[in-house]
């Protein structure tokens, strides 16, 4: 090859941009693992919230935030950012591993996710509640819909004889599209539940709105990585 010319392989991408010097890049890359050990931190903090307020065991109703709380705060997070440069738990693991532990986790999602459903729709009935008839339980629907939409995109991405070659790329971007969906979802609707009479009974004050604004950071991580993956990167020649 002439001196002067550049082949495809020099040219890099770069998800933090042109213009940062070493020290301001250092000082990215911190910020950005900070912030992702705080949405591990949060996620299970928000499963202890739940736990705590509930007090599981009391009545049908109390296994309903436990079991939605860990499964689309804690299990949720933890299988997007399972993939994360700036903080995965199991960033020495190989991209395979993670695949499958990613499917192990996201699968325990659903069970969680089916199992406090059942939970309150057992708790209604025996109380004679009508159905569906809350922001908050009409947003736990959405959010169960889209779950369930990401995770078939998930089983033709874990059997791909199942789709056309062609087809793969496309449906890795359906699959990130709907698990950010269901994941934002999921978001407003813990949010929403911050608003019920059962949350608000046993917490007040200032420390509310702690609380109602906490789910929102774990969501900009998640949505701040899976963004960064899909989205085209700018090239850097030089």
């Known amino acids: ?35 992702v050990l705080a949405a ?22 109390s296994w309903h935030p436990v079991c939605m709380s860990l499964g689309y705060c804690l299990c949720m997070t933890e299988g ?3 993939f994360s440069a700036d903080g995965s738990l199991f960033c020495f693991k190989s ?35 009508p159905h569906f008839t809350s922001w908050h339980s009409l947003l736990g629907v959405a959010t169960m819909v889209a779950t369930i939409l990401q995770a078939i995109c998930g089983v033709f991405l874990l059997f791909p004889k199942l789709v056309s070659t062609r087809s793969f790329p496309r449906l890795r971007l359906y699959h990130a599209t709907c698990g950010l969906v269901a994941y934002l979802l999921a978001t407003v609707t813990v949010m929403s539940a911050m608003f019920s009479d059962w949350f608000q009974a046993s917490v007040t004050g200032k420390i509310w709105y702690i609380f109602l604004l906490l789910p929102l950071f774990p969501a900009l991580v998640v949505m701040n990585q899976i963004t960064s ?6 090239k850097i020649t030089s």
């Open 40 to 61: 591990h931190i949060i996620s299970l903090g928000l499963v202890v919230l739940a736990s705590i307020l509930s007090r599981p065991g009391t009545s049908l109703f």
């Open 95 to 129: 991209r395979k591993w993670k695949v499958r532990l990613h499917w192990f986790i996201q699968a325990l999602l659903l069970v969680c996710g089916a199992t406090g459903f059942c939970f309150m729709v057992a708790s209604k009935n025996i109380k004679e509640h």
């Open 1 to 35: 090859m002439a001196r002067g010319t550049r082949s495809s392989s020099d040219v890099e991408y770069s998800a933090v941009g042109e213009g940062l010097g070493m020290r301001e890049f250092w000082l990215y890359v911190w910020l950005r693992r900070a912030a």
């Open 80 to 82: 997007i950012l399972l």
């Open 229 to 234: 993956a899909f989205l085209p990167k700018k």
